[in-house]
């Protein structure tokens, strides 16, 4: 199993940036996909995840700034990320929980920074 997270980097405040996850090796079902992240010394946080249904989920500082979306056939997500704040700044966790068990991609930075 490999999940194979990409787009981080620095970007400026009010920028944008796209992460993208791509699962491979999982041949259960996949019933959520999405992101979580981790700033420094603070505990882990959901981003916002996406239910193979189409239920959303975002955290209340995301709202209105970040969509996640989800190809299930190609069993990848994304998390197009917009007006960025300092605050966002965060090691993004890509997410994928199948009917087996939760799998976690390697992490990517993300800093937002002048």
């Known amino acids: 199993v490999q999940l194979q997270a990409s787009g981080g980097g620095l970007v400026q405040p009010g920028g944008s940036l796209r992460l993208s996850c791509a699962a491979s090796?999982?041949?259960?079902?996949?019933?959520?996909m999405g992101w979580y992240r981790q700033a420094p010394g603070k505990q882990l946080e959901l981003v916002a995840t996406?239910?193979?249904?189409?239920?959303?989920s975002y955290a209340d500082s995301v709202k209105g700034r970040f969509t996640v979306s989800r190809d299930n056939a190609k069993k990848t997500v994304s998390l197009q990320m917009s007006t960025l704040k300092s605050e966002d700044t965060a090691v993004y966790y890509c997410?994928?929980?199948?009917?087996?068990?939760?799998?976690w991609g390697q992490g990517t930075l993300v800093t937002v920074s002048s």
């Open positions: 996406m239910s193979e249904h189409g239920t959303l």
């Open positions: 997410d994928v929980e199948s009917t087996v068990r939760r799998y």
């Open positions: 090796g999982i041949f259960a079902n996949i019933f959520i």
